[in-house]
């Protein structure tokens, strides 16, 4: 495992390693690949993360246009702003969840049965002081450095943004009346 801060204490301080063998990353390569061009069709142009064509740059601009824009007009009422923080976001990322997703999407069957074998195929052994012990099975969440991961990752968080888009829209649903 690697360290994620100067001292680690817990086990949530250390980051697994992926030993995948290459016909796994062979697979995972071409998915995300796939998956990769179809993205900027499916999720929404607010989305920029991992998206073909899209840059965060723009994000960030839009986001300091919108503080400036909203600190010029003095008669509008104060404003609050939701940075969400997404703790643990790839290792916390419901299979069943995923699984869901992809097919409301309307993904193929056999991609989406490919997608899921890569993503719920996950075993994990701890080495203590050198020796490694019994293996167990993973219950959740994507890999680090799966070059799958991040599109995976990408749809969920679109799945977020669509229900509050939809929440926004609902007449009996009111944000806080500062935002």
Same mark, same amino acid.
């Given at each position: @495992?690697?360290?994620?801060?100067?001292?680690?204490?817990?086990?949530?301080?250390?980051?697994?390693? /992926?030993?995948?063998?290459?016909?796994?990353?062979?697979?995972?390569?071409?998915? /995300?690949?796939?998956?990769?061009?179809?993205?900027?069709?499916?999720?929404?142009?607010?989305?920029?993360?991992?998206? =073909?064509?899209?840059? @965060?740059?723009?994000?960030?601009?839009?986001?300091? =246009?919108?503080? =400036?824009?909203?600190?010029?007009?003095?008669?509008?009422? !104060?404003?609050?702003?939701?940075?969400?923080?997404?703790?643990?976001?790839?290792?916390?990322? *419901?299979?069943?969840?995923?699984?869901?997703?992809? =097919?409301?999407?309307?993904?193929?069957?056999?991609?989406?049965?490919?997608? @899921?074998?890569?993503?719920?195929?996950?075993?994990? *052994?701890?080495?203590?002081?050198?020796?490694?012990?019994?293996?167990?099975?993973?219950?959740?969440?994507?890999?680090?450095?799966?070059?799958? *991961? !991040?599109?995976?990752?990408?749809?969920?968080?679109?799945?977020?943004?669509?229900?509050?888009?939809?929440? @926004?829209?609902? !007449?009996?649903?009111?944000?806080? !009346?500062?935002?």
């Amino acid at each position: @495992m690697i360290p994620k801060s100067d001292r680690p204490s817990l086990v949530g301080d250390y980051r697994p390693i /992926a030993c995948c063998n290459v016909t796994y990353k062979v697979i995972s390569k071409i998915l /995300a690949s796939r998956l990769a061009s179809t993205l900027g069709k499916i999720v929404d142009q607010a989305q920029s993360a991992f998206v =073909e064509g899209r840059s @965060m740059v723009e994000n960030i601009h839009l986001a300091q =246009e919108k503080f =400036e824009k909203i600190h010029r007009i003095k008669k509008v009422s !104060p404003r609050c702003i939701l940075k969400i923080d997404l703790q643990k976001a790839f290792d916390s990322v *419901s299979w069943g969840f995923l699984k869901s997703i992809l =097919e409301g999407l309307n993904f193929l069957g056999k991609f989406v049965s490919w997608v @899921m074998e890569c993503v719920t195929t996950t075993s994990y *052994s701890i080495s203590l002081n050198g020796s490694l012990h019994d293996m167990f099975e993973g219950k959740r969440g994507l890999r680090q450095g799966d070059p799958l *991961s !991040p599109f995976l990752f990408v749809l969920c968080i679109e799945y977020l943004s669509r229900s509050l888009n939809i929440a @926004m829209s609902n !007449p009996d649903f009111n944000f806080h !009346p500062r935002c």
